[in-house]
């Protein structure tokens, strides 16, 4: 089982930037393929952006492309959402998502374990 915790999530204004955490339970975290997916009000949940647990494979959905970068600390079992030049759009809760499969994988159903979410909100 593998339990996740998002934070810093916060009310900003457009053009700042926010750093999301995902913190993670199990010992073996770097083995883990980690995701952020979102989810606004009224809309599906969607991918955001993907970490390979070696961090030599990222993947980000195109509307963050150059604005959101993805990393990772194994030392910490620790993932982090940097966020900049935050837009009214990106306002969500963010959710990260951890699974043990190999490659790129980007369906929600696919992930194994989910954090609670963190609410990211924007003002415009």
Known sequence: QVHLVES???LVQAGDSLRLSCAASRSTFS???IAWFRQ?????????AHIAWG??????T??????????????????YLQMNSL?????AVYYCAATLRGGIITGRGLYDYWGQGTQV???S
């Open 121 to 123: 909100t924007v003002s």
């Open 62 to 79: 195109d509307s963050v492309k150059g604005r959101f970068t993805i990393s990772r600390d194994n030392a910490k079992n620790t993932v």
């Open 8 to 10: 810093g999530g916060g």
């Open 31 to 33: 083995r883990l393929n």
């Open 87 to 91: 837009k009214a759009q990106d306002t």
């Open 40 to 48: 606004a009000p009224g809309k599906e949940r969607e991918f955001v």
């Open 55 to 60: 961090g030599d494979i990222i993947m980000y």
